[in-house]
């Protein structure tokens, strides 16, 4: 046996209060808008068939060829941790028959939770990270499209998030996206000897991802390719033109991007991406992306229904926050720290911390035996508003001084009446520090 190993997987984090916060206020923040629009939360398993994934996201995606956390489980079943949010959401769709008439259509959806990829950890990208996600399952209609990517934009300008873009592109149904494809392989194929090694493969198996190869050669090579506004049906070239009017109707900026194109296989019709402007945060720069998919409610064997929704990454967003001094990274502060001295005064202090968490109020008191004036210093460093010391004195009266840290004003208390008195000396000594 060799050396235990007690680290951290790579690509993976710790995260604790001051962290914490933030992610709970974004995962709120994301609830309360979703909700407005109507989507309700789904949680499916973090670990399916393995079949789930590679049937979804392409045979010749990264995400499916290097990238999957898959494992023969003790019953020898090939699974996977997931890697994206919609297959599972996809399966389950299918598997409850979500699609039945008793049924919300468009079926819309939301989640939230961690993801897995087998990645080269970096900036903005992790083996473990953390997406917020929405499916709507059931209409084709570009009205749809165009609120799915309004409620993303609301949900992020709503956080405080600036210096964003909206990538709009579109990659046509399928017969638009076979011809484009030929006439992209026809174009790419004199230049084959001249593309990146990487863009080489996939000009066999995957040509439409040489778009958006990060090569600055290919990306020479690409910048005169015919694009697929070309070759799109006249079916898929009026759902883009609506998604763009229904987009310029109701405010949301975006911008043409004909080189996007997805890491996932499944979408057709309308792609997007939100970024950010910002330079100095090139690494992290996509934060959410999505689209129209059409055949995978089939393909998990349900009947042919259209979906669209985005994936958006929670550790990309708040560096961004962060960045952006949007980010509110600290611990929560206490309403009341209770600062007690001598050992007879433990039981009333206790008491009372309990009586004021039983009224709504955090309170908190020292559990280390630590002077009083560590105490007091405590109190400090957790921020308490109000600060409440019992003594022996205290203690024998039944009353105290609540004393406002803010201003220092201080007023009584008496302790066998917290529960009727406590809401009026807190707004007492509040309103005298508004005068
Ligand atoms: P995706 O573009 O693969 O799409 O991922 C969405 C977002 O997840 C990315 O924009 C990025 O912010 C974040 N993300 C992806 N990989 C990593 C990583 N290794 N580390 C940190 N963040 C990452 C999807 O997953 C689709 N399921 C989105 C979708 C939903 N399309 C339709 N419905």
Same mark, same amino acid.
């Given at each position: 046996?060799?050396?235990?190993?007690?680290?951290?997987?790579?690509?993976?984090?710790?995260?604790?209060?001051?962290?914490?916060?933030?992610?709970?206020?974004?995962?709120?923040?994301?609830?309360?808008?979703?909700?407005?629009?109507?989507?309700?939360?789904?949680?499916?398993?973090?670990?399916?068939?393995?079949?789930?994934?590679?049937?979804?996201?392409?045979?010749?995606?990264?995400?499916?060829?290097?990238?999957?956390?898959?494992?023969?489980?003790?019953?020898?079943?090939?699974?996977?941790?997931?890697?994206?949010?919609?297959?599972?959401?996809?399966?389950?769709?299918?598997?409850?028959?979500?699609?039945?008439?008793?049924?919300?259509?468009?079926?819309?959806?939301?989640?939230?939770?961690?993801?897995?990829?087998?990645?080269?950890?970096?900036?903005?990208?992790?083996?473990?990270?953390?997406?917020?996600?929405?499916?709507?399952?059931?209409?084709?209609?570009?009205?749809?499209?165009?609120?799915?990517?309004?409620?993303?934009?609301?949900?992020?300008?709503?956080?405080?998030?600036?210096?964003?873009?909206?990538?709009?592109?579109?990659?046509?149904?399928?017969?638009?996206?076979?011809?484009?494809?030929?006439?992209?392989?026809?174009?790419?194929?004199?230049?084959?000897?001249?593309?990146?090694?990487?863009?080489?493969?996939?000009?066999?198996?995957?040509?439409?991802?040489?778009?958006?190869?990060?090569?600055?050669?290919?990306?020479?090579?690409?910048?005169?390719?015919?694009?697929?506004?070309?070759?799109?049906?006249?079916?898929?070239?009026?759902?883009?033109?609506?998604?763009?009017?229904?987009?310029?109707?109701?405010?949301?900026?975006?911008?043409?991007?004909? +080189?996007?194109? %997805?890491? &996932?296989? *499944?979408?057709? /019709?309308?792609? @997007?991406?939100?970024?950010?402007?910002?330079?100095?945060? !090139?690494?992290?720069?996509?934060?959410?992306?999505?689209?129209?998919?059409?055949?995978?409610?089939?393909?998990?064997?349900?009947?042919?229904?259209?979906?669209?929704?985005?994936?958006?990454?929670?550790?990309?967003?708040?560096?961004?926050?962060?960045?952006?001094?949007?980010?509110?990274?600290?611990?929560?502060?206490?309403?009341?720290?209770?600062?007690?001295?001598?050992?007879?005064?433990?039981?009333?202090?206790?008491?009372?911390? +309990?009586?004021? %968490?039983? &009224?709504? *109020?955090?309170? /908190?008191?020292? @559990?280390?035996?630590?002077?009083?004036?560590?105490?007091? !210093?405590?109190?400090?460093?957790?921020?308490?508003?109000?600060?409440?010391?019992?003594?022996?004195?205290?203690?024998?009266?039944?009353?105290?001084?609540?004393?406002?840290?803010?201003?220092?004003?201080?007023?009584?208390?008496?302790?066998?009446?917290?529960?009727?008195?406590?809401?009026?000396?807190?707004?007492?000594?509040?309103?005298?520090?508004?005068?």
């Amino acid at each position: 046996m060799g050396k235990a190993n007690f680290q951290r997987p790579k690509g993976t984090a710790d995260l604790f209060e001051e962290n914490v916060r933030e992610w709970q206020r974004i995962e709120q923040q994301a609830r309360e808008i979703f909700s407005r629009y109507g989507y309700g939360e789904i949680r499916t398993p973090m670990f399916e068939a393995f079949d789930v994934y590679a049937r979804s996201a392409g045979d010749t995606s990264d995400v499916v060829t290097k990238e999957m956390y898959d494992f023969n489980d003790k019953g020898d079943r090939h699974m996977a941790l997931r890697p994206e949010g919609t297959a599972g959401v996809v399966r389950a769709y299918v598997e409850n028959k979500l699609f039945g008439p008793e049924h919300e259509s468009p079926y819309k959806t939301f989640y939230m939770g961690p993801m897995f990829r087998y990645e080269r950890p970096q900036a903005g990208r992790f083996r473990q990270f953390h997406q917020i996600g929405v499916e709507a399952f059931g209409s084709t209609e570009p009205s749809l499209d165009a609120e799915v990517i309004t409620m993303v934009v609301k949900f992020l300008a709503a956080l405080g998030l600036k210096d964003l873009k909206v990538a709009l592109n579109t990659l046509g149904d399928q017969g638009s996206r076979q011809a484009y494809r030929d006439a992209l392989v026809a174009y790419l194929q004199p230049h084959a000897a001249e593309l990146s090694k990487d863009s080489q493969t996939r000009l066999e198996k995957n040509p439409l991802r040489i778009l958006d190869s990060k090569d600055e050669n290919d990306q020479k090579i690409v910048a005169d390719a015919p694009t697929i506004f070309d070759y799109l049906s006249d079916e898929s070239k009026a759902h883009f033109e609506a998604v763009k009017t229904f987009l310029d109707d109701l405010g949301i900026d975006y911008e043409i991007d004909q +080189t996007m194109v %997805r890491g &996932l296989d *499944y979408y057709n /019709d309308t792609i @997007f991406e939100v970024m950010t402007t910002d330079p100095n945060l !090139k690494g992290a720069a996509t934060i959410a992306g999505g689209g129209r998919y059409s055949g995978l409610v089939e393909e998990f064997g349900g009947p042919e229904t259209p979906g669209i929704g985005f994936g958006l990454g929670v550790e990309r967003l708040i560096s961004l926050l962060q960045a952006q001094g949007q980010a509110e990274m600290k611990p929560a502060g206490l309403d009341f720290y209770l600062v007690h001295i001598g050992d007879e005064t433990q039981a009333k202090t206790l008491e009372l911390a +309990t009586a004021l %968490r039983d &009224l709504g *109020y955090s309170a /908190d008191l020292d @559990f280390t035996g630590r002077s009083v004036k560590s105490q007091f !210093k405590t109190a400090n460093r957790r921020d308490a508003r109000f600060v409440i010391t019992l003594g022996d004195e205290e203690v024998q009266t039944n009353k105290v001084q609540v004393k406002d840290m803010q201003t220092g004003h201080q007023a009584d208390l008496d302790l066998a009446q917290v529960a009727t008195d406590v809401a009026d000396v807190v707004a007492t000594l509040v309103a005298e520090e508004e005068k």
